[in-house]
Nanobody, 118 residues
Framework: QVQLVESGGGLVQAGGSLRLICAAS????????MGWFRQAPGKEREFVAA????????YYTDSVKGRFIISRDNAKNTVALQMNSLKPEDTAVYYC???????????WGQGAQVTVSS
């Protein structure tokens, strides 16, 4: 089993930045992609970003390219999402995920609220 715990959400004005951190525990994650999804009110959960164990494969959804940066620290079992130039449409609950196949999570965190005010 894998446990994922997010931190770092909050309220920020448009144009500001936030950094989400996900701490993982449990089984080794060497074969897992780590990533982030988000779910806005009334909408389906959507993929945001993912990174492979080595960091050589990184994926972003088009709407966050150039603004969000995903990174991973395998020694600390953490994955981070640096979110810059935030927009009100980025408002959502952000979920950390671990997946053997990218964009198909096997494990989820509990979610962290990110609210961007205009």
């Amino acid at each position: 089993q894998v446990q994922l715990v997010e931190s770092g959400g909050g309220l920020v004005q448009a144009g500001g930045s936030l950094r989400l951190i996900c701490a993982a525990s449990g089984r080794t994650l060497s074969t897992y992609y780590m990533g982030w999804f988000r779910q806005a009110p009334g909408k389906e959960r959507e993929f945001v970003a993912a990174i492979s164990w080595s960091g050589s494969n990184i994926y972003y959804t088009d709407s966050v390219k150039g603004r969000f940066i995903i990174s991973r620290d395998n020694a600390k079992n953490t994955v981070a999402l640096q979110m810059n130039s935030l927009k009100p449409e980025d408002t959502a609950v952000y979920y950390c995920a671990a997946a053997r196949v990218v964009r198909t999570p096997d494990y989820w965190g509990q979610g962290a609220q990110v609210t961007v005010s205009s």
